[in-house]
């Protein structure tokens, strides 16, 4: 776990001036959230609760690469699928269209080299992507989806169902955290956190099961800022107090922004 650095003899200023955020994010993926949470006066501290890995085989991946012309459409589940997964931009054909389901994601694709991917104009998740007019009636459109293993099923089986022909390629893997929260009980039981964000069910399960039962009741205390419904349902199901709100760092931002306006923070 690591606090984002602060100056300690300068009183933070901002909305959320003094408020302490618990960001469970990947570590290579929390960078852009701690920011913008620690410009606007808060003090986050970053526990990432799932460990990302390259995949334990290349084969699958490198042959995907190879035979990338063969495709029309390709999907990048998340910005890990992008690190992991995405081939050198001068093996990217001109001619195959990449699809992300959020800006956060597009904007990894465009650092890659890989401009102008498309993403939902609705919901920024499987639903959203399967909701573009690109993929309404997909028969013969020849897709890849570039994911974690054991991913979601949904939006392949939706794209097959569909008349899309579909190959998955795990790029990547994903672990629990098997040590290092000596750090998060610590800010538990001060009383330094006052807010956790969730983005990964998985990730919230991992948490769950890294945590000594006290740890765990603080934990729950908090108001837990989620992007989608999904992870909010299993949430509320251990027991958290999940606050949905939009979808992406800007929607968790501006639902903090939201609850601490009228739930203020007092300065110890």
Same mark, same amino acid.
């Given at each position: 776990?690591?606090?984002?650095?602060?100056?300690?003899?300068?009183?933070?200023?901002?909305? /959320?001036?003094?408020?302490?955020?618990?960001?469970?994010?990947? =570590?290579?993926?929390?960078?852009?959230?701690?920011?913008?949470? $620690? @410009?606007?006066?808060?003090?986050?501290?970053?526990?990432?609760? +799932?460990?990302?890995?390259?995949? @334990?085989?290349?084969?699958?991946?490198?042959?995907?690469?190879?035979?990338?012309?063969?495709?029309?459409?390709?999907?990048?589940?998340?910005?890990?699928?992008?690190?992991?997964?995405?081939?050198?931009?001068?093996?990217?054909?001109?001619?195959?269209?990449?699809?992300?389901?959020?800006?956060?994601?597009?904007?990894?694709?465009? =650092?890659?080299?890989?401009?102008?991917?498309?993403?939902?104009?609705?919901?920024?998740?499987?639903?959203?992507?399967?909701?573009?007019?690109?993929?309404?009636?997909?028969?013969?459109?020849?897709?890849?989806?570039?994911?974690?293993?054991?991913?979601?099923?949904?939006?392949?089986?939706?794209?097959?169902?569909?008349?899309?022909?579909?190959?998955?390629?795990?790029?990547?893997?994903?672990? @629990?955290?098997?040590?290092?929260?000596?750090?998060?009980?610590? $800010?538990?039981?001060?009383?330094?956190?006052?807010?956790?964000?969730?983005?990964?069910?998985?990730?919230?399960?991992?948490?769950?099961?890294?945590?000594?039962?006290?740890?765990?009741?603080?934990?729950?205390?908090?108001?837990?800022?989620?992007?989608?419904?999904? +992870?909010?349902?299993?949430?509320?199901?251990?027991?958290?107090?999940? +606050?949905?709100?939009?979808? =992406?760092?800007?929607?968790?931002?501006?639902? /903090? /922004?939201?609850?601490?306006?009228?739930?203020?923070?007092?300065?110890?």
């Amino acid at each position: 776990m690591s606090v984002h650095p602060l100056a300690h003899d300068v009183p933070p200023a901002g909305p /959320l001036a003094g408020v302490g955020v618990l960001v469970t994010r990947p =570590a290579r993926q929390a960078a852009g959230l701690v920011a913008q949470l $620690a @410009a606007l006066g808060a003090r986050p501290v970053v526990f990432p609760a +799932i460990v990302i890995l390259p995949p @334990a085989d290349r084969a699958a991946l490198d042959r995907a690469h190879a035979a990338l012309d063969r495709y029309d459409v390709a999907i990048f589940v998340s910005a890990n699928a992008v690190e992991y997964g995405v081939p050198a931009a001068d093996r990217w054909p001109p001619t195959l269209r990449a699809f992300a389901p959020g800006p956060g994601t597009a904007a990894a694709l465009a =650092a890659a080299g890989v401009n102008n991917a498309t993403i939902p104009a609705t919901t920024f998740d499987s639903e959203g992507l399967l909701a573009l007019p690109e993929f309404a009636q997909p028969a013969g459109t020849r897709v890849v989806i570039f994911r974690g293993d054991g991913g979601r099923e949904h939006l392949g089986d939706t794209l097959k169902a569909r008349g899309a022909t579909v190959d998955y390629v795990a790029c990547y893997r994903r672990a @629990a955290p098997q040590s290092g929260a000596g750090g998060l009980v610590e $800010a538990l039981r001060e009383g330094r956190l006052h807010a956790l964000t969730l983005t990964s069910s998985e990730g919230l399960d991992n948490l769950c099961g890294l945590l000594d039962a006290e740890s765990l009741r603080l934990l729950k205390t908090l108001p837990a800022f989620v992007p989608h419904p999904r +992870i909010a349902a299993r949430a509320q199901a251990l027991g958290f107090a999940a +606050i949905a709100t939009g979808g =992406a760092d800007a929607g968790l931002v501006a639902g /903090l /922004l939201e609850w601490f306006a009228s739930h203020p923070v007092s300065e110890p």
